[in-house]
């Protein structure tokens, strides 16, 4: 069990479904999770705040979220843009089945939930929403945000939420000083000990 982590590929341990109800999108909903990912209980207060602070989501293209989990993310992003093509990336296996089962109850068709590899490099997002996964390391962390934050289409915006005493106010300097000319990175917006950061591609 040390090694069951949320970010684990594949969690060791016995599957445990449960049932939870959240609300999504404006929705009341039922939905299934797990133990062997992120907050298995409920939406966390991280995604809340993101939730509640970004602006509604293009109506179409390629939207990302990064980090998804059982999927509170990507479905919001769904429902609000059932003509966008939303790609839910981790590289858990098991919070992937989970999007899937959820996707499905929700009938929601428009949702390819996939591990990083699987995205075709060639798409471009018209945004990213995440609650990137701040306990994997610094080394880790800045290799994700390396490689998905250029796959931003000009003029779009990645919305990261991160914790306070975590560490965001060192991520928005990192990340303004990794991509000088190519992000513009301020801060959106700060609730419950929480920073929504706003990357916008420039370039």
């Known amino acids: 069990m040390a090694g069951d982590h949320y970010f684990s590929s594949s969690p060791e341990s016995e599957l445990k479904l449960r049932t939870i109800h959240a609300r999504i999108a404006g929705r009341d909903t039922e939905l299934v999770t797990a133990n062997g ?13 993101l939730l509640a602070n970004v602006p509604a989501p293009a109506p179409g293209g390629n939207l990302l979220d990064l980090g998804c989990g059982w999927g509170p993310i990507a479905l919001t992003l769904a429902l609000e843009s059932p003509r966008a093509t939303v790609w839910a990336v981790d590289v858990n296996e098991r919070a992937l089945d989970l999007v899937r089962a959820n996707a499905a109850k929700l009938s929601i068709a428009n949702i390819n939930a996939v591990t990083p590899e699987n995205v075709p490099a060639d798409i471009g997002f018209t945004t990213i929403w995440s609650n990137p996964p701040i306990r994997v390391g610094k080394g880790e962390l ?4 390396e490689t998905w934050l250029p796959r931003l289409e000009k003029g779009s915006d990645a919305w990261l939420v991160v914790q306070r005493n975590l560490g965001s106010d060192s991520l928005q300097r990192w990340l303004a000083a990794t991509f000088p000319s190519e992000l ?19 370039v």
């Open 184 to 202: 513009n990175v301020t801060r959106a917006a700060t609730s419950k000990g929480y920073r929504v950061l706003r990357a916008r591609k420039l």
């Open 142 to 145: 800045h290799n994700l945000l």
């Open 37 to 49: 990912v992120f907050s298995p209980e409920r939406i966390d207060a991280g995604t809340q705040v």
